[in-house]
């Protein structure tokens, strides 16, 4: 079945740097999610892409859906300590005549103090 | 307005028993998908409850069932329970009865199997 990779696996950083992790596929996909996962929460949904070369932004977050369909990407800018935590790329993964959501294992991000 | 709730918070069981996870949607949604976080890990999908029926199925056994009632909360079963089977299993909400990307997420239940 289609998986999910993300890199890098972990990143370590100094506050107010910009960060960059993406999300590649074997396999196209039509929809990219990104969600972001706080100790002892649910992940909670940041941005979603459903057009190839899509940009979008929430914030101090941007995210790309790639143009081959294959692979996205997430950037934050000017980095703060609430940004620490696990961020996963998710999409759809068609089964029968209906979709369910596979995500990767998360790129999980630590800001040094 | 209510998010996705679910309970309890954290459970502890033995091996061979058996679990009964609950979940409430996000108000004005319908559709509930349960996934099951190993830790390290990502969630991984193990089914989604519409209109009461179980719409798609992920690689689960079918020690793993659920239900979901008229007022689109849901439960989640385990039987015969693994060590294994010890992780954190998330409840997600959306609304539709067509593809709805958009979930949101409850807390989780952590569940620790000895």
């Known amino acids: 079945g289609q998986q999910l990779n993300q890199s890098p696996q972990s990143m370590f950083i100094q506050e107010g740097e910009d960060v960059s992790m993406n999300c590649t596929s074997s396999s196209i996909f039509n929809t990219w999610l990104w969600y972001k996962q706080d100790p002892g929460e649910g992940p909670v949904l940041l941005i979603a892409l459903y057009k190839a070369g899509e940009l979008t932004s929430n914030g101090r977050l941007t995210a790309q859906f790639g143009i081959t369909r294959k692979d996205s990407f997430l950037n934050i800018s000017a980095s703060i300590p609430s940004d620490v935590g696990i961020y996963f790329c998710?999409?759809?993964?068609?089964?029968?005549?209906?979709?369910?959501?596979?995500f990767g294992k998360g790129t999980r991000l630590h800001i040094l103090p | 307005d209510a998010g996705v709730t679910q309970s309890p918070t954290h459970l502890i069981k033995t091996r061979g028993q058996q679990v009964t996870l609950r979940c409430s949607p996000k108000s004005g949604h319908d559709t509930v998908s349960w996934y099951q976080q190993a830790l390290g890990q990502g969630p991984q999908f193990i089914f989604q409850y519409y209109e009461e029926e179980e719409r798609q199925r992920g690689n689960f056994p079918d020690r793993f069932s659920g239900h979901q009632f008229p007022n689109y909360s849901s439960e989640l079963n385990v039987n015969a329970l693994l060590l294994g089977d010890s992780a954190l299993y998330l409840c997600?909400?959306?609304w539709g009865s067509g593809n709805s990307y958009e979930q949101y997420f409850g807390p989780g239940t952590r569940l620790t199997v000895t």
């Open positions: 997600a909400s959306s």
């Open positions: 998710a999409g759809p993964q068609r089964a029968n005549r209906d979709d369910k959501i596979i």
